[in-house]
């Protein structure tokens, strides 16, 4: 069996969880199978301009070409793609299918449907609007994707043509991230034949840390993510409640001199080895994302030092944070009850525990051996349907 992983990577500055699952993903995979086995082909945002957009964004046919010439010279018999927009353009999937491969794309969001990615809209919360219209304008008069006018003209424009042009129609299977993501797709459309439940696996840096304090979030500073509804809430308590913020960037000065407090503690951008350091040191990492996540890679890693993680009651956190077992779940407006509950909570160390076991599940060595046999039962003349990961 050979494998060609496909990814359109971000933008050297805003690597995301995308990007990490890509790569932890093909070294993961080339060790159980073989690095002649397991074939890569990326692009960077970092190359992109407006003239490249035009002419890669509808159907790229460099891309295209690119990826059929390696599918059919390498024999390859299954194309996993992660990212393809906007660079690599849907052409990819279309290239697989004609060079004989089997093609299964990972939803890492919901981008198919809501050009922001995320089914959430700034000033208004959770949004499905777009759903409900083959070709609603929302996303263009919400300025929903990087809040630019012109962008999400392009990016919904873009995705009505995918859709037109059936050129989706080419994906045999979609790997979803968590149940509450199967169950979403599925109501807007998908096929459960089609839809295959498989988490991302993590890669640990480094040991569990035996002393923890204090609280940590990760993520970028948007609405979204949900970091004002914790800092207001901090800017109330006591400063013996230590909280660490770091992946703020474009606007973290305006956060500081908003909320001065010697309690809360800016760290700006850091590298992923120094910013695995920092959660592992961690009493509590808070996941406080007001939207519909699709997974929860920090969640997963935070545990795997033995963190345990307050989150909201919403989307596919239930599926990661058992209230009072691996951490805290609660609605919006007990966040800071939750906080005060977690400081001295009586049975931290069990949490710990729960949360060091149960990230296990998720670990690389584990998750990459299911996904072969998932491969390996797509390229099997009788296989028919597979809708489960375990």
């Known amino acids: 069996m050979k494998i060609l992983v496909v990814h359109n990577k971000y933008q050297s500055k805003n690597i995301g969880g995308e990007d990490i699952v890509y790569e932890d993903e093909v070294l993961s995979l080339q060790s159980e199978l073989g690095k002649e086995n397991v074939l890569s082909y990326e692009v960077k945002n970092d190359d992109l301009t407006k003239l490249k957009l035009i002419f890669n964004i509808l159907f790229s046919i460099k891309y295209y070409k690119d990826i059929k010439k390696i599918v059919i010279e390498n024999d390859i018999n299954i194309v996993h793609v992660h990212n393809f927009f906007p660079f690599l353009s849907p052409s990819i999937f279309k290239a697989a299918k004609k060079g004989g491969a089997k093609v299964v794309h990972t939803l890492h969001n919901y981008r198919f449907w809501c050009i922001s990615g995320t089914f959430y809209r700034d000033g208004y919360g959770v949004c499905e609007i777009c759903t409900r219209s083959r ?79 204090g609280y940590i979030f990760v993520g970028r500073s948007e609405e979204f993510k949900g970091l004002l509804i914790l800092l207001d809430v901090w800017s109330k308590l006591d400063k013996k409640f230590v909280l660490t913020i770091i992946g703020t960037r474009n606007n973290e000065e305006k956060l500081k001199k908003y909320y001065q407090s010697s309690n809360i503690i800016f760290k700006h951008v850091l590298s992923r080895e120094d910013t695995m350091s920092n959660i592992s040191k961690a ?49 919006k407006q007990k966040l800071e009850d939750t906080i005060k509950k977690s400081f001295n909570f009586h049975e931290y160390e069990t949490l710990s525990k729960n949360a060091l076991l149960d990230s296990k599940e998720f670990d690389n060595s584990f998750v990459v051996k299911k996904q072969i046999k998932i491969y390996e039962n797509m390229i099997d003349p009788s296989y028919i349907r597979v809708s489960t990961y375990e």
């Open 135 to 213: 070709f609603s304008l929302q996303g263009i008069l919400s300025k929903c994707f990087r809040k630019s006018l012109f962008q999400s003209v392009v990016a919904q424009f873009s995705f009505w043509f995918y859709r037109s042009s059936k050129i989706f129609d080419n994906i045999d299977y979609f790997f979803v991230l968590t149940n509450f993501q199967k169950e979403k797709i599925k109501s807007l459309g998908v096929e459960e034949r089609k839809i295959i439940i498989k988490p991302n696996g993590f890669q640990v840096l480094e040991s569990p840390q035996n002393k923890k304090d």
């Open 283 to 331: 009493k509590y990492l808070i996941q406080s994302s007001i939207g519909y996540e699709t997974f929860g890679l920090t969640i997963i890693e935070a545990m795997s030092y033995g963190v345990p993680v307050i989150g909201f009651d919403i989307g596919t956190r239930r599926e990661f944070i058992k209230n009072n077992v691996n951490g805290f779940l609660c609605e």
